[in-house]
């Protein structure tokens, strides 16, 4: 016998779901049904693509078997199954490395946790909400060994060889030769023994796993009664419990919104509805078949680098992939869904896949017919809440009110996938502009109110030629920033862009139709501003003297000292040089643990105006003008919410100025 320790995400993992997922214990059944039909998924697979699996039978199929007395369910497939190292591989670890974090993140969160447990594809485990104990017997394809795996979900689990013509191998199966695949015994704990009933079984099966594309057949013991109504005996039976079709092959007039929800929640393991679908039967040139989903929720990996893709490949109905990440790009990660090509032939390896032409056709179809349909529901949200703002909420219809929700959560969610969008996808740019939304001083005050840059151009003042945009990790805090002062007074609508990625994205976009994006908080934005040129260069000429003073007290503080045209309330702000990166990416590289970048030097602006500054220009005590100089520098770091190096410097400084003198 041989004992082995599962690995310790593993044990947290199982410690979570014994403990305290037992809300939706459901669910156990679709999982340990999904893993079988995975199993007949790869197993086909390779039967049609690899000479060695060629002399394998295979006979899909998926039977559910239970036993009221030993309260045990079983579900036994005949797909690929486990040798020792698979097994050991397989149900003692959990391969990805965005696993701690996951279960940080569940720790945090405990009304999600039954959400989640589903999309991270911790299935197996999940198990263990409904069995003491659990055994797996399984042989894989083309093996001669039959192995059994056995837990009661707690720190450790068995593997050991199950001899040829012993009971358990009769039990398990698979002792007719050439038998292959994988048989899970659940023997159910205290409070899940209703479980092992027909009607139970039919029930879950029917609600969650009636689109898995193999048969599923449930073993049953049909009593017998005779007129009087006396059991006179029983009859073992057999039934096919699912209808095991590939629904994305259906007519689309045949499917109405439940079929494809349901098949949605196969799918994903998700139990939320999704937000959008987009079913595409595509002929002539190419054959193919497309189904797409947007949750209502971002999965959870959707900022980890080694998030999982959502899209699984088929070729002819058969399963080919659901790990090629290239199928959409990046940027649409969240998208769920099915890609079915009639064209690419079975046999595809991976890295054929990734330059098909086939596929890249198929890939480009898809994102412009998913933006397409974005854009769509955006317009609808935006007309819906038109008319709710013109005639009154109540007006709405319900389809109305549920197109505004669905377009928030898609922003919500969504909005920030998509700018990376704007970045990456050259092609598409016009299209996703449409879709990004923006928050900007315009929709001050009203909640969660977006604006498009159509809409923003729209709203353009006469001579302004740009689109301007702040950016910083709170969007509290970039309202009141002080550099937005001289936009409001001209009444230029500034967007507030407060996502990390903005100043990446953002400046490498540039550009919207005619108009030059410009960041507020850099030198040179403020050039429309409408400053009389040769007023300004005369102001410019005479706050030169107090400049001087103020930057040799900073000293290599500071990259210059300028007279600012953005102000006109607070004394001092910072921008940074047209090409150096701003604050707030500074501070994201630090974050990301890369100080390759050399320190950024800020440019002090600061309001010649302000009594503060003013007061420096007859001032000769140099003590008086270090302090000025310093706290005009530390309180406009502070409002960019950088933490200051030296706090206490600033404070006695501060309280040098107020007292009294
Ligand atoms: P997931 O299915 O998301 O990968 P699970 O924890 O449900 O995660 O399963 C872990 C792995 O165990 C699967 O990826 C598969 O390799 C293997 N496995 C589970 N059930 C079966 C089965 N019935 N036949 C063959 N392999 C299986």
Known sequence: MATYEFQTEVNQLLQLIIHSLYSNKDIFLREIVSNASDALDKLKYLTLSDEAYKGVSFDPRIDILFDEKKKTITVRDTGLGMNDADLSENLGTIARSGTKRFLEQLKNDAKKESLLIGQFGVGFYSAFMAAEKI????????????????????????????????????????????????????HLNKDSQDYASRWKIEDLVKKYSDHIAFPIFLHYEQKKYDDKGKETG??????????????????????????????????????????????????????????????????????????????????????????????????????????????????????????????????????????????????AADEAAAKSKKEGEDKLSEDEKKTIERWRTFVKEFNRPMKEGLYGDFLNRAEIADIVRFKSTAEEGSGDNWTTLADYVQRMQSGQKSIYYITGSD????????????????????????????????????????FELKAVNRAGSDEELGVDKKEAEKKEEAFKPVAEKIKAALGDRVKDVQLSKRLSDSPACIVVDENDPSLQMERMMKALGQPGLAEVKPILEVNGDHPLVASLRDCADEGRIADVSCVLLDQALLVEGVTLKDPADFVSRLNRLLSPA
């Open 135 to 186: 055994d797996v017997f399984t042989r894989k394809a083309g093996d001669s060994r039959i192995w059994r795996w056995t837990s009661k979900g707690t720190d450790s689990y068995e593997i050991d060889p199950v001899q040829e013509d012993s009971k358990d191998a009769k039990e398990s199966g698979f002792d007719a030769e050439g038998s292959h695949g994988a048989a899970v015994i659940m």
């Open 234 to 379: 029983s009859e073992n039976r057999v039934d096919q419990i699912n209808s095991a079709s590939a629904l994305w092959k259906r007519p689309k007039s045949e499917l109405k919104d439940e079929d494809y929800t349901g098949f949605y929640k196969s799918l994903s393991h998700d139990s939320d509805d999704p937000i959008l679908y987009v079913h595409t039967h595509a002929e002539g040139a190419q054959e193919y078949t497309t189904l797409f989903y947007v949750p209502a929720r971002a999965p959870f990996d959707l900022y980890q680098a080694d998030y999982k893709s959502g899209v699984k490949l088929y070729v002819k109905r058969v399963f080919i992939t659901d790990d090629d990440r290239e199928l959409l790009p990046a940027y649409l990660r969240f998208v769920r869904g099915i890609i079915d090509s009639e064209d690419l032939p079975l046999n595809v390896s991976r890295e054929i896949l990734q330059q098909n032409r086939i596929l890249e056709t198929i890939k480009t179809q898809s994102v412009k017919k998913l933006l397409g349909e974005f854009k769509k529901l955006g317009k």
């Open 475 to 514: 969007e509290a805090n970039l309202r009141k920033s002080p550099l937005l002062e001289a936009y409001r007074a001209k009444n230029f609508e500034v967007l507030i862009l407060g996502d990390e990625i903005d100043d990446i994205v953002i400046p490498a976009y540039g550009k919207y139709k005619d």
